[in-house]
């Protein structure tokens, strides 16, 4: 069955943007424990794009649909899992890509919502927080997205993200969202 994409970010409120997070019916891969299979010969690379046996994978269903069934193990590993086999993916940095953001208020009553790039929204907030790592190559913008998987925030968001710091006038610097207030300053 094909996945329609969600309606566009900006057509959205963020009350819209928390009802179709929460409606979305994902299989239930945390409850599912298959033996382990091999290496399904798949990679996230850090961009988001997906690849299998080294070559892109140009259909974003069948990304879309392969990212329903990928979940994180307690020892670090990424792994695409069905009730009856679990396959390893190798993971780059993180496995989805947050690409556009949304806010509605402001300071301690600001809603921040995101678009990962498989289509789906993920509102920010003590369910899906941010957090900041910091690497050679500067910081690193991470949010939480379901079951220990998180999407880094894309370079331009994080910018966004960074304006809103500043703008907030909050010290330390850092964001709302929900009544959550994520520092922009990696631990």
Excluded at 6 to 25: D, F, T
Aim: charged letters at 20%; glycine letters at 8%.
């Amino acid at each position: 069955m094909p996945m329609t994409p969600p309606p566009e970010l900006a057509s959205l409120s963020l009350a819209e943007i928390a009802r179709l997070a929460e409606a979305q019916k994902l299989p239930p891969v945390a409850s599912w424990n298959p033996a382990h299979c091999g290496h399904s010969d798949m990679r996230i690379a850090r961009d988001g794009t997906w690849y299998h046996q080294g070559s892109p994978i140009g259909r974003p269903a069948m990304v879309r649909l392969f990212s329903t069934i990928l979940r994180r193990e307690p020892d670090g590993r990424h792994v695409l899992v069905t009730p009856v086999e679990k396959l390893d993916i190798d993971v780059e940095d993180a496995p989805f890509v947050a690409v556009e953001m949304k806010v509605e208020g402001e300071g301690r009553q600001a809603h921040i919502a995101f678009r990962l790039n498989t289509g789906d929204l993920v509102p920010a907030g003590p369910d899906h927080p941010i957090r900041f790592d910091q690497h050679d190559d500067g910081p690193h913008p991470y949010l939480a997205v379901l079951n220990g998987l998180e999407a880094l925030i894309a370079r331009s968001v994080y910018y966004d993200l960074v304006a809103l710091a500043l703008d907030n006038g909050s010290d330390p610097a850092g964001i709302w969202s929900r009544g959550a207030f994520f520092p922009i300053a990696p631990a």
